[in-house]
């Protein structure tokens, strides 16, 4: 096989029968990685994954017999990897600044031993997806060691515990098949598993607007669409940090170069707020910046989702960070027309939809081959141009997730952060995970969450009302509701990740807070009704220590001797005018 034209990241190679859809080549002099994404009769056409410059007709292709597959075992944890798993910092150590093209390194550590400690037991009859023992690879994550999906038997023999490394067995099957503690898997086929379940688990995110107003169920899905500035970095970083997840998965899928380098600098500082322990402790990051090839941004967001399946199958939960799938959508797009294909709207291809929907239906919370229970939740950034929301990319992901948070460039102008926007965003989740906080929390927060919807709904009525007539004019039950709602959107949905009591809230805290106002704007009503004006309610010292509890209080006890005074502060000014 021969190349026989380059068209950018695309190369076309003629004599290519015998290839498959799929398979990885090895291209020209410098052994390029490539992946067959097209056959027409003998030529077959191969999108590259490293910078194709120099690459001329004639030169040899080598097919591997192998579709594009990750490295899966001990090791994983606290490594950033580019988009095809080749990791970064070996290369690094090895090429320094400048790594040249070609260059290769195994995605796990082949000399370090791992303290292997077996669970079955020879003669076991075992299948697919059992955990055949335990490693324990960092502080925080123990790496249970599973049998490949597509593999079954009876265990002949396993390894005592011990240190091993990588290339050593620790099992054989039916007498001669080696076990080893990693096995490889295909990134574009999903891995198996024994049942779907229902997604009634909250993910908890310690952010108040999102758990509160528009909830994520552990294995659900969701994007985060907005224009620059909108602060979806920021949002991830905070679901990365202290989402109720035991392993994350960060994909910088052709974001700017300097953000991905905030990312790699910061993310091995941050501390485990629930161990205490370093944060890479249980992440894995994907590095591919918009000046690297197209290819393999495409290529990131598949080996994403393939290492948060593998730790699925352990029984953990994962939470998947896709930054951004526009990058993603844009590769697309340009592969598509180095392929000459026909364009779809706004150039994308027409196939975009169902490639989307291939990622997101990945997500998910399931009964995993060894039993336990694991899930997979994704949470996709869009960057659509000038934020506007109705472009390919954005439509067609609403079309596969549950949880819509749309940022707003008003919002983010005015410095309110998260700048989610609560006219638009939606959760499909909020009444499966009701049930959770019903039981955990509080059995009055259903009524909590559709007053403040209520409230807020409101709020956006009257806008243009008062910009019409002036707030004056208005009733003073209306003037009351929009100084609750006011209160709702400074001291609640409103958060700040660089303070260090307001960053994160617990589900306790969010309902003491919520509840604060809610009493205190079920109290107001009532003086309301005694003919006091709202002036009156307004004047209240409590509402400024109200909006200031997000960031004073961290002491539950503190937030329920609020909620008391709270609902009693309007009654006084009855007492006052007696």
Known sequence: MRIYRVSGSVVEAEDARGVEMHEIVLVGSEQLVGEVIRINEDHAFIQVYEDTYGLRPGENITPTGHPLSLELGPGLLGTIYDGVQRPLTVLNEKEGELIRRGVSASPLDRNKKW???????????????????????????????????????????????????????????NGEKPIYMYHTWPVREPRPYAQRLEADQPLITGQRVIDALFPMAKGGSAIIPGGFGTGKTVVQHQLAKWADADVVVYVGCGERGNEMTEVLRDFPKLKDPRSGKPLMMRTVLIANTSNMPVAAREASIYTGITIAEYFRDMGYSVALMADSTSRWAEALREISGRLEEMPGEEGYPPYLASRLAEFY?????????????????????????GGDFSEPVTQNSLRFVQVFWGLDKDLADRRHFPSINWITSYSQYIHMVENWWVNNVAKDWPALVKETFRLLQAENELESLVRLVGIDALPEDQK?????????????????????????????????????MIDFYNSSKEVIEKKIPEAKIEDLPIIGEINRARFTYSDEAQLEDLVKRAASAPKSILGEID
């Open 480 to 516: 009351l509701m929009l100084l609750i709602a006011r209160m709702i959107r400074e001291g609640f949905l409103q958060q700040n990740a660089f303070n260090d009591i307001d960053t994160y809230s617990s589900p306790k805290k969010q309902y003491l807070l919520l509840k604060a």
């Open 361 to 385: 239906e990945r997500a998910g919370r399931v009964k995993t081959l060894s039993g336990s229970e694991g899930s997979v939740t994704v949470v996709g950034a869009v960057s659509p141009m």
């Open 115 to 173: 303290h292997f400690i077996p669970l079955l037991k020879t003669g076991q009859d075992i299948k697919g997806g059992e955990v055949l023992g335990t490693v324990p690879e960092t502080d925080i994550i123990s790496h249970r060691v599973l049998i490949a999906p597509d593999t079954k038997g009876k265990l002949s023999w396993v390894a005592d515990e011990g240190e091993y490394a990588l290339e050593e067995a620790v099992a054989k099957i």
